[in-house]
């Protein structure tokens, strides 16, 4: 009774504050998107963030309000069991319904989504079969399409994005060293951004050529000719376990991404610098990667997939090896001099564990709900004799 008459109390407050309440919660601001947005910008990115709060917030209260109302009823005697178990689960469908619809846009099976029709753009990237990633700019940048296509960018698939690689986009991606642009070149070239995508003709100043226009969708696609591979080597290494000493080092414009990099912890040995050395990326999947590398001295090897700890393992020569975080948001592995079939395994034990649990809960419940019918069913009937 407690819980429902304060869930309701709690409601009606917010609904009746409205907008008043955001002060409450914060600024809804980031840090350093000050420098980034105007103030009308910076305003209605507050008003969002709050509407989204508020609104989850009124949810949560409703969905709470009315299972307190439920579970005192049911003590009160007033509805019967089933009523009271179809209630809570009616409450726990709407509640997981609406959370689903926000993740997954579900579409009929055979449906066509135009955005989806292959452009002049997408036919230009399959052409190029080696590993790459494309950076879309501006508006472009939360357009997940490319994954479609099976094209890696770097604008990411979601809204909901890793801290370190959020680190990166609010210090790292417009902070380059020359401050005449405002993307950080070096920076998207040690990506392996092979291609840049834009609604609008890009400046001859960042030196990009371009490959493809498509005049319908306003998609113009240039190549990087410095792009790094996905794999490269760094001659020089600092090691940086602090996140916000290391996104301080990345951004100082004497930071050379192609030669050098931070690490999180000290590596065995001091890589010497050699011009023979090789890394060759042999398989590439989304759960596994093979690569070749030989070396005459010792190295560091940078991979620039994103660094996910626990789940990501790696091997060389059949050896598990030490995974190091890279920059901040990749993987690097030190190498000893010699020839090394290095493989990367994302095991996901966290995941696994997961949905054991979940599918041993789902058949734990279905047996509670099959063996309460029997006992009930029994009990009526021994009643009734």
Not at 134 to 150: E, F, H, S, T
Not at 333 to 360: C, D, M, W
Request: charged fraction near 20%; proline fraction near 6%.
């Amino acid at each position: 009774l407690i819980g429902m008459i304060g869930c309701a109390a709690l409601l009606l407050i917010i609904l009746a504050a409205g907008d008043s309440l955001a002060s409450s919660f914060g600024s809804f601001v980031k840090s350093g998107e000050e420098a980034h947005y105007s103030p009308e910008q910076l305003g209605q990115i507050r008003a969002l963030r709050f509407g989204l709060l508020r609104t989850d917030l009124l949810l949560t209260l409703l969905w709470l309000a009315l299972a307190s109302a439920l579970c005192w009823l049911k003590v009160r005697g007033q509805i019967k069991p089933a009523v009271f178990l179809a209630g809570i689960l009616l409450v726990t469908v709407v509640d997981l319904a609406r959370f689903s619809t926000q993740f997954f846009d579900l579409q009929p099976a055979g449906s066509s989504i135009a955005s989806l029709e292959p452009s002049r753009v997408v036919r230009a990237l399959k052409q190029d079969t080696a590993t790459f990633r494309v950076m879309p700019i501006g508006r472009l940048m939360q357009d997940n399409r490319w994954a479609y296509w099976n094209i890696s960018s770097l604008g990411g698939y979601h809204g909901a994005k890793m801290r370190s690689y959020q680190d990166l986009v609010d210090n790292v991606f417009f902070n380059g060293p020359d401050r005449r642009i405002p993307l950080n070149m070096p920076f998207f070239s040690a990506m392996n951004c092979k291609y840049f995508l834009s609604e609008s003709p890009l400046p001859p100043l960042l030196n990009l050529e371009p490959v493809a226009e498509d005049a319908a969708a306003k998609h113009y696609l240039y190549r990087n000719p410095r792009a790094l591979d996905r794999v490269y080597f760094v001659d020089s290494v600092y090691v940086i376990s602090d996140r916000a000493a290391t996104m301080r080092r990345l951004t100082d414009p004497s930071f050379l991404w192609d030669y050098m990099a931070v690490v999180d912890r000290p590596l065995p040995e001091t890589p010497v610098p050699h011009p023979d050395k090789t890394a060759t990326i042999t398989e590439y999947t989304p759960h596994h990667v093979r690569i070749h590398a030989s070396v005459p001295t010792p190295a560091f090897m940078v991979f620039s997939d994103a660094h996910y700890q626990p789940g990501w393992s790696a091997t060389d020569n059949g050896l598990d090896t030490e995974i190091y975080l890279v920059n901040g948001f990749v993987r690097g592995l030190f190498l000893k001099p010699g020839e090394h079939t290095i493989e990367f395994r994302y095991t996901g034990a966290s995941e696994h564990l997961g949905q054991n649990l979940a599918t041993v809960a789902h058949f734990l419940t279905w047996g509670l709900v099959i063996g309460g019918w029997f006992l009930i069913r029994r009990r009526r009937t021994a009643e009734g004799q």
